[in-house]
């Protein structure tokens, strides 16, 4: 799952990071997989918390802009490109409201498409939630609601 999402943050990294001044270029690979960490993070937090009814919402709606997952993702990238990567906290913020709610649209739109192979929510949810304490029953039931027969992994 990794893997899949730090490449959909490169696909759509140009101009918030690797063409961001404000970002030095050997830190341009830190700073993607820093995206794709806190988008991870934070939905892996929601599952943990039980959260489901926003993660459903967040996958069902087909768009994370109202959402407010998005927010808590950005939030947490900004202070992480800025803590740990020492990026400007404006620029920082720049890019995470950037590059973030473009990313996690894509993962949505990705997951909903049974055409598209490279994510699916039942994957997901075992990715971020593994089976325990009823992950696996909670994934089925996402997936029985999309409707996915996907393969995160893409196959």
Do not use: C, W
Not at 26 to 47: C, F, H, P, S, Y
Not at 60 to 67: H, Q, R, V
Not at 83 to 107: H, T, W
Not at 110 to 126: A, C, G, L
Request: glycine content about 10%.
């Amino acid at each position: 799952m990794r893997d899949n999402l730090i490449n959909l943050a490169k696909e759509h990294a140009g101009s918030t990071i690797i063409n961001n001044l404000a970002i030095a270029n050997e830190k341009n690979d830190d700073a993607i997989r820093t995206v794709a960490g806190g988008i991870m993070d934070v939905l892996k937090n929601q599952i943990t918390e039980g959260n489901l009814t926003q993660m459903m919402s967040l996958f069902n709606s087909g768009n994370a802009n109202s959402n407010p997952i998005l927010s808590q993702i950005t939030q947490q990238v900004t202070i992480s490109l800025s803590g740990k990567l020492g990026i400007n906290p404006q620029e920082a913020s720049k890019a995470s409201s950037g590059l973030i709610p473009i990313v996690l649209n894509n993962l949505i739109s990705k997951t909903n498409d049974p055409r598209d192979s490279s994510f699916d929510i039942n994957s997901i949810m075992s990715n971020l939630g593994g089976n325990a304490g009823g992950m696996g029953s909670v994934a089925s039931s996402i997936k029985s609601i999309f409707g996915s027969q996907n393969s995160f992994y893409g196959g």
